[in-house]
């Protein structure tokens, strides 16, 4: 009897079996969005017996199929406490229990569905607080903060899912765009809020190139307890002084908008800054009417959390007419260089160029450069004549594409990418757009894109996937078009209203369908942080879903999500568009171990203990954009007894790739005998 009661009494008063080594209570692993795991089970040694351990479906995959197409599932959970916490692409919070992936509760806000958002229904993740003065069992003590595709943020109740009834009204604030929409779905709230002691921050999604004069890119800060507002920060200055001295050089008050903030932002609670990526000014590809380098455009930008002052801000294009915006979380690491640690931002651009940054001053940590880049804009263009190039690491995209690079699987597929090629302007990195037609290379998805790094603070490395493709952008001056949008092929024509020209946007796609720029299409990166140089490259990704009858080619693919890094020595990552998970090793980059996905695993994976057990998690739900599988699962993987059935050997897969590469040949073959008569 008495040990039945002291077995009682310590059920009432431990804690649940939660994360003995590692939690992950923010979309990006901590508030600086480092995406590594100090948990150790999984190594090198034993990744091969990882296995499924459970998998939860949300339910949105039998949503209307035109609805599902309008989605993207980019969400990366959460572990807050004793919830695995996470949103679907409509905005659905579900709360799993961490190890068995069993539903606890669910919130649906009730979206509107007929918006038709310009970014798709997205939402990449949720945000936790804890109020440190609440009394035990308050209601809404714990709460989980997300926005809505609907221009919304909600407070959850972490326990139960309910409404924080005192927060704002009946437990969400509205946020009111101040700007006449095109349409509803024209403004959006996508990324995770952040959160820094009693302040949640949110920023916006726009569509781009509509207008010239379009919604702007504020972001607003709400008390955390009541909703009340705090403080918001617009990037693009409204008063005839701060646009002179932040570089926009027309002759009136900016009326330009965005430079808004799609991406996650991060937090540093020591200090009390909040770190923002900024998106370009409207319109993206002509700036004749914003002279200037149009600072805090294109820009990573620390505020003051408690007022939203600006402590600093450092821009990373000037004057952008190439849609490079700053497309993911500034990550905040304390790096070992020169004998050293500093405190740093590290950001990976569209470019394929990484800047790290000084976190109390912005100031490089390795040299930056002021380099000359091609003139000879469009009529009534304002190209800035310098672009600032970080000496280190090196870029890790290429920018570079002459005819007789053009890449295709058959001689006429080759040929019609040269034609094309050859056909445009294509001067290297910010050669300006053009009614010529001029190369993005990178393509305006990236080099690095919103899945943004991960930083492993015991071997001082940073990991970043890129993707490298070209766009055709083509300005098309306003005489000969109009304001409305087109579908072109392999793009769009977007009408830019208010400016000179509309622009048409197309990748560069041989006949068969493919790149035609050489491969490899995805990398990702090893960076050693002291020295700024590359450690690694690994090939990221096969063309098992996108070449003829399932041809898997090792040439990388364009991909979309981010790294993981754990402390056992892996690098997780899916990404690509052939849905396999991945763990490379850390070290050499050798990729180890894969898991096909039952859908696109286009999100950021996150690790975690539960139970004396290390999960390696990830949405597979395919990607709107991408065209990859659409699903609605959450996949949860950790160790077993044997060598997991997850993993795809190589001698099967070899085989497998042999009878496909024959198969594909033969394929080939009778479409270049075809061509050949035909011509």
């Given at each position: 009897?008495?040990?039945?009661?002291?077995?009682?009494?310590?059920?009432?008063?431990?804690?649940?079996?939660?994360?003995?080594?590692?939690?992950?209570?923010?979309?990006?692993?901590?508030?600086g969005?480092?995406?590594?795991?100090?948990?150790?089970?999984?190594?090198?040694?034993?990744?091969?017996?990882?296995?499924?351990?459970?998998?939860?479906?949300?339910?949105?995959?039998?949503?209307?199929?035109?609805?599902?197409?309008?989605?993207?599932?980019?969400?990366?959970?959460?572990?807050?406490?004793?919830?695995?916490?996470?949103?679907?692409?409509?905005?659905?919070?579900?709360?799993?229990?961490?190890?068995?992936?069993?539903?606890?509760?669910?919130?649906?806000?009730?979206?509107?569905?007929?918006?038709?958002?310009?970014?798709?229904?997205?939402?990449?993740?949720?945000?936790y607080?804890?109020?440190?003065?609440?009394?035990?069992g308050?209601?809404?003590?714990?709460?989980?903060?997300?926005?809505?595709?609907?221009?919304?943020?909600?407070?959850?109740?972490?326990?139960?899912?309910?409404?924080?009834?005192?927060?704002?009204?009946?437990?969400?604030?509205?946020?009111?765009?101040?700007?006449?929409?095109?349409?509803?779905?024209?403004?959006?709230?996508?990324?995770?809020?952040?959160?820094?002691?009693?302040?949640?921050?949110?920023?916006?999604?726009?569509?781009?190139?509509?207008?010239?004069?379009?919604?702007?890119?504020?972001?607003?800060?709400?008390d955390?307890?009541?909703?009340?507002?705090k403080?918001?920060?617009?990037?693009?200055?409204?008063?005839?002084?701060?646009?002179?001295?932040?570089?926009?050089?027309?002759?009136?008050?900016?009326?330009?908008?965005?430079?808004?903030?799609?991406?996650?932002?991060?937090?540093?609670?020591?200090?009390?800054?909040i770190?923002?990526?900024?998106?370009?000014?409207?319109?993206?590809?002509?700036?004749?009417?914003?002279?200037?380098?149009?600072?805090?455009?294109?820009?990573?930008?620390?505020?003051?959390a408690?007022?939203?002052t600006?402590?600093?801000?450092?821009?990373?294009?000037?004057?952008?007419?190439?849609?490079?915006?700053?497309?993911?979380?500034p990550?905040l690491?304390?790096?070992?260089?020169?004998?050293?640690?500093?405190?740093?931002?590290?950001?990976?651009?569209?470019?394929?160029?990484?800047?790290?940054?000084?976190?109390?001053?912005?100031?490089?940590?390795?040299?930056?450069?002021?380099?000359?880049?091609p003139?000879?804009?469009?009529?009534?263009?304002?190209?800035?004549?310098?672009?600032?190039?970080?000496?280190k690491?090196?870029?890790?995209?290429?920018?570079?594409?002459?005819?007789e690079?053009?890449?295709?699987?058959?001689?006429?597929?080759?040929a019609?990418?040269?034609?094309?090629?050859?056909?445009?302007?294509?001067?290297g990195?910010?050669?300006?757009?053009?009614?010529?037609?001029?190369?993005?290379?990178?393509f305006?998805?990236?080099?690095?894109?919103?899945?943004?790094?991960?930083?492993?603070?015991?071997?001082?490395?940073?990991?970043?996937?890129?993707?490298?493709?070209?766009?055709?952008?083509?300005?098309v001056?306003?005489?000969?078009?109009?304001?409305?949008?087109?579908?072109?092929?392999?793009?769009?024509?977007?009408?830019?209203?208010?400016?000179?020209?509309?622009?048409?946007?197309?990748?560069?796609?041989?006949?068969?369908?493919?790149?035609?720029?050489?491969?490899?299409?995805?990398?990702?990166?090893?960076?050693?942080?002291?020295?700024?140089?590359?450690?690694?490259?690994?090939?990221?990704?096969?063309?098992?879903?996108?070449?003829?009858?399932?041809?898997?080619?090792?040439?990388?693919?364009?991909?979309?999500?981010?790294?993981?890094?754990?402390?056992?020595?892996?690098?997780?990552?899916s990404?690509?568009?052939?849905?396999y998970?991945?763990?490379?090793?850390?070290a050499?980059?050798v990729?180890?171990?894969?898991?096909?996905?039952?859908?696109?695993?286009?999100?950021?994976?996150?690790?975690?203990?539960?139970?004396?057990?290390?999960?390696?998690?990830?949405?597979?739900?395919?990607?709107?954009?991408?065209?990859?599988?659409?699903?609605?699962?959450?996949?949860?993987?950790?160790?077993?007894?044997?060598?997991g059935?997850?993993?795809?050997?190589?001698?099967?897969?070899?085989?497998?790739?042999?009878?496909?590469?024959?198969?594909?040949?033969?394929?080939?073959?009778?479409?270049?005998?075809?061509?050949?008569?035909?011509?």
């Open positions: 009897m008495r040990l039945f009661f002291l077995l009682g009494l310590f059920a009432l008063v431990a804690p649940p079996a939660a994360a003995s080594g590692d939690d992950w209570p923010a979309f990006g692993g901590d508030a969005a480092r995406r590594y795991s100090a948990a150790g089970e999984i190594t090198p040694a034993n990744v091969r017996r990882l296995y499924r351990a459970w998998t939860f479906k949300t339910g949105h995959a039998s949503y209307d199929p035109e609805l599902i197409r309008r989605s993207k599932f980019e969400a990366t959970p959460i572990l807050a406490e004793d919830r695995l916490v996470l949103c679907t692409p409509f905005n659905v919070v579900i709360a799993l229990d961490p190890g068995t992936g069993k539903e606890i509760w669910r919130h649906d806000p009730k979206i509107n569905l007929e918006q038709r958002p310009a970014n798709k229904f997205t939402c990449r993740g949720v945000a607080w804890r109020d440190p003065g609440a009394a035990p308050a209601a809404c003590a714990a709460r989980i903060l997300t926005g809505t595709n609907d221009h919304r943020l909600v407070a959850l109740d972490l326990d139960d899912g309910s409404r924080c009834a005192a927060f704002g009204e009946n437990g969400e604030v509205k946020i009111d765009p101040a700007f006449e929409l095109a349409w509803p779905g024209e403004f959006q709230i996508t990324s995770p809020p952040v959160v820094i002691g009693d302040t949640v921050a949110v920023g916006s999604a726009i569509s781009d190139n509509v207008s010239v004069e379009a919604p702007r890119g504020t972001v607003r800060a709400f955390i307890r009541t909703g009340a507002p403080w918001s920060f617009d990037p693009i200055p409204r008063e005839a002084a701060a646009a002179a001295a932040l570089g926009w050089a027309g002759p009136t008050i900016p009326v330009e908008g965005h430079a808004n903030v799609w991406a996650p932002m991060t937090a540093d609670p020591q200090r009390g800054l770190f923002l990526p900024t998106s370009s000014a409207s319109p993206d590809f002509f700036g004749g009417m914003r002279p200037g380098n149009n600072r805090h455009a294109n820009s990573i930008v620390a505020l003051e408690a007022t939203g600006v402590r600093w801000a450092f821009q990373t294009v000037h004057h952008d007419v190439w849609d490079y915006d700053v497309p993911a979380a990550l690491a304390t790096i070992r260089t020169g004998g050293n640690a500093r405190d740093v931002v590290i950001s990976a651009a569209k470019t394929g160029l990484v800047f790290t940054l000084d976190r109390d001053t912005g100031e490089p940590v390795f040299p930056i450069e002021e380099r000359a880049v003139q000879g804009g469009a009529a009534g263009e304002a190209l800035a004549p310098t672009q600032p190039f970080p000496t690491p090196p870029g890790l995209a290429p920018t570079v594409v002459k005819p690079d053009a890449w295709g699987l058959t001689p006429f597929d080759r019609a990418c040269r034609r094309a090629i050859a056909a445009a302007r294509a001067e990195l910010y050669t300006p757009p053009s009614e010529q037609g001029t190369i993005l290379y990178p305006t998805g990236g080099g690095a894109n919103w899945g943004g790094g991960a930083f492993d603070p015991s071997t001082n490395l940073y990991y970043v996937n890129t993707s490298s493709l070209m766009h055709l952008i083509t300005l001056p306003r005489a000969k078009t109009d304001n409305e949008w087109h579908s072109v092929p392999n793009g769009e024509h977007a009408p830019m209203r208010g400016a000179p020209y509309a622009m048409q946007r197309q990748t560069m796609l041989s006949p068969l369908g493919l790149p035609c720029n050489p491969p490899p299409w995805g990398l990702l990166h090893a960076v050693d942080m002291a020295t700024g140089e590359i450690r690694w490259q690994s090939v990221l990704g096969t063309t098992e879903e996108l070449a003829p009858l399932g041809l898997s080619l090792k040439t990388g693919t364009p991909n979309l999500g981010g790294p993981l890094v754990v402390k056992g020595g892996l690098v997780f990552i990404a690509a568009m052939d849905s998970l991945r763990a490379f090793d850390s050499t980059g990729e180890l171990w894969s898991s096909k996905l039952p859908a696109g695993g286009q999100a950021g994976p996150m690790s975690y203990e539960w139970g004396g057990r290390q999960y390696v998690v990830i949405a597979a739900g395919g990607h709107g954009d991408a065209g990859t599988r659409r699903g609605d699962a959450i996949v949860a993987y950790a160790l077993g007894d044997r060598e059935a997850a993993f795809d050997r190589p001698g099967r897969r070899f085989a497998t790739n042999l009878m496909l590469v024959g198969a594909g040949l033969a394929a080939l073959w009778l479409v270049a005998r075809r061509l050949f008569r035909r011509h």
